[in-house]
């Protein structure tokens, strides 16, 4: 493709490398803070947890846990395409 | 990792993870005795002190009784009356007889006294349903005070499952009534020569050793029934079903709970086949016309269960998880962390996860009616319990918990939540650990006996343990025995004890505990999933080796001790969070009788206990070589594709406390 081509094209390519999508999934007490297609959430890539939660409204105080691909992460951690996030409260059992 | 870093620079401290992110930079508050009381006061105190407590004091010379004046101490001793005594049942001679408890028990309760008579009155090498064999009831510390949380009993035997000594650990509301009868321990002795079973009748004033007959065969819900129908509601009932009465190894001890049904167990390590073989059906308690418990100093204990019941509702895990979702809030995130062992620990994640975690369970109960919250025992405020009612509104189990959802649900894939209530309300019933059928069944699919994930086969093949058919009986002898029977290679077992539910490679200071607990494969034992998976008493990566001996091993002790309180272990999830939540336990233990112990000493208490039970086992025959997962754990285990990595010498250091 040759550059600038067709402006469209250049948008179109500049979106598709802006955006990323994680599969996200809000747990017990949060349950409340999902989103719609949380399955495919669309976020910036290298957006970090911390700032996910404030889009989302989830107050921080409330949450204890995030699991970026099933290990345990912490609020700054930059999101890529394709993590699978896990946000849970305080949680306890056995 | 703060708990590792600081467990480095202090020995002492380090054998308690409870306190590890605050207090262990700072030495050990030592408490003065009796501090800002007058002599009279003191002598009050004094005069509460058990004798055996006092004896205990005497003769070892150990802890306070330097402090307490000789004098006062023996005006005591001759004077007192009433105390904690151990009533033995001659199960052959129909007979029962109190008696003190001698020097080396007076002190102790809970696990440490299950696991210290079994130490000194069961030949280790005897076989678990013999005449040799005992089972004992133990109360915990603190069981039948006001103290939140207090009121979990321990049994303790010869397992018939793992060959090892057992402690296993049960709510329900017998435990409070013997504690306010002034019964430290009840113990089952001898064997019946006739195949007949008796009904124990404990009250005020008398003890009763009567026929069963009309009992027989029953399941423990209309065993329970019939037994409140009798005695009145509200006596507390522990009873064997079918199992118990077959002498299976899977079989457990079903206590009453509030509601009067069998919701709780002594679950683990086939206690129920002891109870069975000394011809025992039931035991009930009556504690009409009994007083309170006595309280050294009433005002310190009353200051220091305030504090306690502030600590436990302030803390999110205990105020508000674990009351909104259960246990099973767990399925979740274990299922997140890679961890929720699937079709016979296959994969660490379970596709339909969500059908049987506990935000559905919350749901379910609110479409059908039922109860989200709910206490095993008077006093407990955090009320993890519940009740799930059927499709039709009616009640089809309580005391639903994570262990039980993970080993018959995700464990045989079986993803229908009423059928997998099906199986629990069965395993009540007929009074099986969940946890042991539910790998069984796992491992009974792995054959081929029964489709992978088919709730309705499963149902029919565990009821076939009531007729006594002979599946029945495989089954119910556990998941071992049936794998032998089957012919299956893959049995996920330490000790003989199946697995529970968090796959060892992925959470592996639970593996350490499997491993080397002398309980054999055992989640409550030393409950490494608190740091590694909950970040509650610390933060330690799960997947790696690192640290995590040293984890299971603190924790390992500080739950002998708790163990021996009668707290609820769920209290741990607060106090490992709260910076005076261990002094606030070891308060309501001074102040309760007069003591004045600090953290190192229940410290010393845990390790004490240890001691004593791998005394026991290595008695009994067991070397290093049964501190083994199964082979198929070096396979890597999705997603994160971990593999069990750890040699037996790195494991034994989970077992050296000098
Ligand atoms: S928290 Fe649960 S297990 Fe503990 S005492 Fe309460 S109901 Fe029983």
Redesign the interface.
Known sequence: MSDCANPGDQFFSTVLLMTAHIAL?L???L?RYTPAQADRFSITPGLTIADLLKELNVPLAEV??V?V????QDMNMPLKDGDRV?I??????? | MDLLCVLDFHRVEMMLPIQSKINFGAAPKKRALFPQKDLCHKKHIVNALPIPVLRAIHQTGNGTGSQIHRQENEDRIVKEEIMARILRINTRKKTHSFEEPGADLAALGGRGLTSRMVLNEVPPTCHPLSKHNKLVVAPGLLTGTAAANSGRISVGAKSPLTGGIKESNSGGILSQKLARLGIKAVVLEDKPEDSGFSLVVIKKDSVEILPADEYVGLGNNDVMGRLWDTYGKRVGVMSIGPAGQQRLAAACINFADPNGRPGRAAGRGGLGAVMGSKGIKAIVVDDSGAGKVPVADPEAFKTANKRWVEILKG????S???P???????I??IN???ALPTKNFRS??FEYAQDIS??RIAEVIEQRGGKTKDGCHPGCVIQ?SNVYHDKDGKVLTSGF???TIWALGANTTIKDLDDVAMLDALCDDIGLDTIEMGVTLGVAMEAGLIPWGDGKAAIDLLKKVRTGDPLGKIIGNGSLFTGQALGVDRIPVVKRQALPAYDPRAVKGQGVTYCTSPMGAD??AG?A??PN????GG?VDP?KKEGNVEVSKNLQIATAAVDSTGLC??VA?AVLDTEDGVQTIVDLLNAQYGLSLTPEDVVKLGVSILKDEHTFNQRAGFTKVHDRLPDFFADPLP??NVTWDYTEEELQQAKQYD
Not at chain 1, 88 to 94: D, E, I, N, R, S
């Open positions: 999934k747990f017990a007490s349950k204890k846990l699991f691909n099933g290990v345990k896990g849970f409260p305080a949680v306890g059992g056995g | 803390h999110p895990v205990t508000q998880g674990l909104a979702y259960g246990t099973a809030i767990l979740n995130i997140e962390a890679g660490g994640r506990g935000e993890c918990e994570y262990e989640h409550t409950y999933v608190a998976i909950l970040k509650v933060d997947l272990l769920f999830f997603p994160h």
